[in-house]
């Protein structure tokens, strides 16, 4: 079992609608998870990141943290066309694990 | 403003032609490292530094190079470049949870 796992999409969805993307993982020492946003031609930036389960909300965007099924979500609220990009779930401690990433088009 | 600058952002190189990567950090960051991405594998590591003159191995260290010799620069070296060193390239700082990642430098080995 890989140790992250992001289904690789490409999501479509219509401008407004609330978007879910989902990691599950399988070492339980990983101790934070965070999301990275990826847009073309550019680096990953940093959306949110969280230490403890729960759910953690910024703006339009609210991560999840499920540490007993070892699953995290990225919801984006009134998704915009400017939303359209690859995220990607991470998570560690000494080591940062990448998920593949979650293509993302938000349709006008 | 917080940067982590490569360079050159594109390359096209011949098989075998030594190449290095240039990656600079204004963070005062300790921890570097470089990433290739790759269509359907992601990001993987390559290499990473947890301080000067200190370096070790990621994911897929084979057929490269780093050095650490001062605090804001990590570059990356190809010693012979091959086609299947064809990739996306990052260099990224850490603090903490918080990795900075440069704008990434597309190189081609034909």
């Known amino acids: 079992q890989k140790e992250v796992e992001q289904d690789p999409g490409p999501l479509s969805v219509p401008e407004g609608a609330i978007v879910s993307l989902n990691c599950t993982y399988s070492?339980?020492?990983?101790?934070?998870f965070m999301w990275y946003r990826q847009y073309s031609r550019k680096g990953p930036e940093l959306l949110m990141y969280?230490?403890?389960?729960g759910n953690k909300e910024d703006g339009r965007f609210t991560a999840q943290v499920d540490k007993s099924s070892k699953y995290i979500s990225l919801f984006i609220r009134d998704s915009q066309p400017s939303d359209s990009a690859t995220y990607l779930c991470?998570?560690?401690?000494?080591?940062?694990?990448f998920g593949k990433g979650t293509r993302l088009h938000i349709l006008p | 403003e917080a940067q982590v600058t490569q360079n050159p952002r594109y390359l096209i190189t011949v098989t075998g032609k030594k190449l290095t990567v240039t990656c600079s950090q204004n963070?005062?960051?300790?921890?570097m490292s470089w990433y290739r991405q790759d269509p359907g594998l992601g990001l993987r590591q390559i290499y990473y530094s947890m301080n000067v003159e200190v370096t070790d191995k990621g994911d897929v260290p084979e057929g490269y190079k780093v050095s650490r010799k001062e605090k804001r620069n990590f570059p990356l070296i190809l010693e012979s470049p091959s086609p299947n060193q064809t990739s996306l390239y990052f260099c990224?700082?850490?603090?903490?949870?918080?990795?900075?990642f440069g704008q990434g430098t597309r190189l081609t080995v034909v």
């Open positions: 991470a998570m560690g401690d000494d080591k940062i694990i």
């Open positions: 969280t230490y403890s389960s």
């Open positions: 990224a700082t850490r603090t903490g949870p918080e990795a900075f």
């Open positions: 963070m005062n960051h300790e921890y």
């Open positions: 070492n339980s020492a990983f101790q934070y």
